[in-house]
């Protein structure tokens, strides 16, 4: 992206990390925590003033586990973790809820409940308690994706017929194509706003 962070671009003049965040409180989850790395104090202006928790991952540049291990150490001793993105611009709160409920009800000796459209995984993930401090300890390459590809008979897949939860923002292309198919317009705020690595 340039230098910019993705996670304050735009939909209908909220920046994507707090539309996130707003959701997942809606949702009904508790204890919120938005993990930090580049342009951090722009980043958690954008979440300011909702009742989450905003810690830094000073080693954000090894990649998107590092960050994932530094949330997951911040919400150690829960019993149940729920994984989302911060650039995801058509996850509702009703989604989360569809995610959170399923895993609620979910069958015996199921650890991690994904929702998957098709044959795309998505967000957010919940995982139990163990297996969230699973992936902590063992420092997975891939974060929470090893860990499902090693434990598949533990796994509950949350089969949806929308996009919702698979649709993230990943190349500056992606923001052009997501105004052409789902008709959302993702704007950046003012450049001056971002700091260069």
């Given at each position: 992206m340039g230098g910019r962070p993705k996670a304050l671009l735009e939909r209908d003049g909220v920046p994507l990390v707090r539309r996130?965040?707003?959701?997942?409180?809606?949702?009904?989850?508790?204890?919120?925590?938005?993990?930090?790395?580049?342009?951090?104090?722009?980043?958690?202006?954008?979440v300011a003033g909702l009742p989450i928790r905003a810690v830094v991952n000073a080693d954000y540049a090894a990649g998107r586990s590092s960050s994932l291990r530094c949330g997951l150490a911040a919400q150690s001793g829960c019993q149940a973790v729920?994984?989302?993105?911060?650039?995801m611009p058509l996850l509702e709160a009703e989604d989360v809820r569809?995610?959170?409920?399923?895993f609620g009800q979910r069958t015996a000796g199921t650890r991690?409940?994904?929702?998957?459209?098709g044959d795309e995984r998505g967000h957010p993930v919940v995982l139990a308690g163990d297996a969230a401090r699973e992936i902590q300890e063992h420092r997975y390459a891939?974060?929470?994706?090893?860990?499902?590809?090693?434990?598949?008979?533990?796994?509950?897949?949350?089969d949806v017929d929308h996009t919702r939860h698979v649709v993230d923002v990943d190349?500056?292309?992606?923001?052009?194509?997501?105004?052409?198919?789902?008709?959302?317009?993702?704007?950046?705020?003012?450049?001056?706003?971002?700091?260069?690595?």
């Open positions: 996130v965040a707003q959701a997942m409180l809606a949702a009904g989850v508790h204890d919120v925590v938005v993990v930090l790395g580049h342009c951090a104090d722009q980043v958690a202006a954008a729920a994984i989302a993105l911060a650039d569809a995610v959170l409920q399923a991690a409940l994904v929702p998957r459209f891939a974060g929470a994706r090893d860990w499902l590809d090693a434990h598949p008979g533990e796994v509950q897949w949350l190349a500056p292309e992606d923001i052009e194509r997501i105004a052409g198919r789902y008709g959302v317009e993702l704007r950046w705020p003012d450049p001056a706003r971002f700091s260069r690595p």
